[in-house]
C-alpha cells in the first residue's frame, strides 16, 4: 500500500484519533468552538495534508496555516491550542503509518507528512507571531536569567 492510498484509507481513523488527542488537551479555544466545528477544522487540515503528500506541493497548507492563525488569533486563541492541533494530527497520522506500512517506508513516510504539517506548524506561528507583535506587549524582563553566569 502506498502513503497516499493508506492516507486516505486511514482518515476516519486518523481523525478520530486526533480529535480524541485534542479533547484530552481541554484546550479553551476548541473546547469553546465545539465537537463539530473542530471535528471539521481538523478535516480540513487532514485534507490539505494529504494533498501535499500526494502533490509535494506546500503552498495550500502554508496558506491555510496563515488563514488560521489570523483566524484564531481573532478569535482569541493561544497560539499553542492552534500548535497543538496540528500536534494531535500529526502524531495520530504517524501512529496510523507505523501500524500500517512496513519499516522501510517510514522514513518516506513519516518525512513527507512531518514536512507538510511542519510548513504549516512554521507558516501557523510566524502569521501569529506577527499578529501578536502589532499589540502591545510586555517586555521580559530577562537579566534575572543570567545571574551568576559572571565569570564563568
Given at each position: 500500500?502506498?502513503?497516499?492510498?493508506?492516507?486516505?484509507?486511514?482518515?476516519?481513523?486518523?481523525?478520530?484519533?486526533?480529535?480524541?488527542?485534542?479533547?484530552?488537551?481541554?484546550?479553551?479555544?476548541?473546547?469553546?468552538?465545539?465537537?463539530?466545528?473542530?471535528?471539521?477544522?481538523?478535516?480540513?487540515?487532514?485534507?490539505?495534508?494529504?494533498?501535499?503528500?500526494?502533490?509535494?506541493?506546500?503552498?495550500?497548507?502554508?496558506?491555510?496555516?496563515?488563514?488560521?492563525?489570523?483566524?484564531?488569533?481573532?478569535?482569541?486563541?493561544?497560539?499553542?491550542?492552534?500548535?497543538?492541533?496540528?500536534?494531535?494530527?500529526?502524531?495520530?497520522?504517524?501512529?496510523?503509518?507505523?501500524?500500517?506500512?512496513?519499516?522501510s517506508d517510514y522514513g518516506e513516510a513519516l518525512g513527507l507528512v512531518g514536512t507538510v504539517l511542519g510548513a504549516g506548524k512554521?507558516?501557523?506561528?510566524?502569521?501569529?507571531?506577527?499578529?501578536?507583535?502589532?499589540?502591545?506587549?510586555?517586555?521580559?524582563?530577562?537579566?534575572?536569567?543570567?545571574?551568576?553566569?559572571?565569570?564563568?
Amino acid at each position: 500500500m502506498d502513503l497516499h492510498q493508506l492516507l486516505a484509507d486511514s482518515a476516519d481513523s486518523i481523525l478520530a484519533a486526533a480529535e480524541a488527542a485534542l479533547a484530552r488537551m481541554h484546550t479553551e479555544g476548541y473546547e469553546r468552538a465545539g465537537k463539530n466545528q473542530t471535528h471539521q477544522r481538523l478535516k480540513a487540515l487532514y485534507v490539505l495534508t494529504v494533498r501535499g503528500v500526494k502533490e509535494r506541493n506546500l503552498g495550500p497548507m502554508i496558506a491555510h496555516a496563515e488563514t488560521v492563525a489570523r483566524e484564531r488569533y481573532a478569535a482569541g486563541f493561544d497560539l499553542s491550542e492552534v500548535q497543538t492541533a496540528f500536534n494531535v494530527l500529526e502524531e495520530a497520522t504517524w501512529k496510523r503509518i507505523l501500524q500500517v506500512l512496513p519499516p522501510s517506508d517510514y522514513g518516506e513516510a513519516l518525512g513527507l507528512v512531518g514536512t507538510v504539517l511542519g510548513a504549516g506548524k512554521d507558516s501557523l506561528a510566524r502569521t501569529y507571531v506577527t499578529l501578536a507583535s502589532k499589540t502591545k506587549t510586555r517586555t521580559l524582563h530577562l537579566q534575572s536569567l543570567f545571574s551568576g553566569t559572571e565569570g564563568t
